[in-house]
């Protein structure tokens, strides 16, 4: 059974450019999570998505958006770039309902804003 | 804001030696789970110990939760290289529905060869 996937891997921006990041999530998975890690600040959670519906978000600005399709894949965008949006960004999918369980994270989408 | 809070922050021990880390939360909660992050990479799952639990073991992993001084430990006994990592606990709050997982700060542990 193939893991989460996240694409792009690697990317460069500068700053007032926006970006979106992709998120496959294991076969069957409805729930797909996001979340932000700095150095700083640790893993802060963004949003998580169940069956196409955003069911939690985050305290993060509205430049932070995201969606997930009916095969479960989701995206999210981040408009108008700042330095401090460099991270890793990391998706997260789940099968469980409303109480988490364990969650299978992807490798991470590492974003620099220049 | 993060709902755990790491203890170390960093550990360093020699190969073979028990590795003890600790989580502290500040609202009650369903389950308690622990992760393990390789630098850069992604989070993968150690054990998950439901708030009704005490103990937990899985292979050379052992988590107790106390959920009167809302706090856990993870240990690793004889410690290998490859354990050299990032550890988080995570904690999804009782919030009657739509619950999340909550991070922690983690702990950077390195064996020493």
């Known amino acids: 059974k193939a893991g989460v996937t996240q694409t792009p891997r690697y990317l460069i921006k500068t700053r007032g450019q926006q970006v979106t990041l992709s998120c496959s999530p294991i076969s069957g998975h409805r729930s797909v999570s996001w979340y932000q890690q700095t150095p700083g600040q640790g893993l802060q959670f963004l949003f998580e998505y169940f069956s196409e519906t955003q069911r939690n978000k985050g305290n993060f600005p509205g430049r932070f958006s995201g969606r997930q399709f009916s095969n479960s894949r989701s995206e999210m965008n981040v408009s108008t770039l700042e330095l401090g949006d460099s991270a890793l960004y990391l998706c997260a999918s789940s099968w469980e309902g409303l109480a988490p369980g364990e969650l299978f994270f992807g490798e991470g989408s590492r974003l620099t804003v220049l | 804001s993060q709902q755990g809070e790491e203890d170390p922050q960093a550990l360093s021990i020699q190969e073979g030696e028990n590795a003890t880390m600790n989580c502290s939360y500040k609202t009650s909660i369903n389950n308690l789970q622990w992760y393990r992050q390789n630098s850069g990479r992604g989070l993968v799952h150690l054990i998950l110990?439901?708030?009704?639990?005490r103990e937990k073991h899985s292979g050379r992993l052992r988590v107790t939760l106390d959920t009167s001084k809302k706090s856990s430990s993870l240990l690793i006994t004889a410690s290998r290289a490859a354990d050299t990592a990032s550890y988080f606990c995570?904690?999804?709050?009782?919030?009657?529905?739509?619950?999340?997982?909550?991070f922690g700060t983690g702990t950077r542990l390195t064996i020493i060869p």
């Open positions: 995570a904690t999804d709050a009782t919030n009657f529905g739509n619950e999340k997982l909550t």
């Open positions: 110990i439901r708030s009704n639990e």
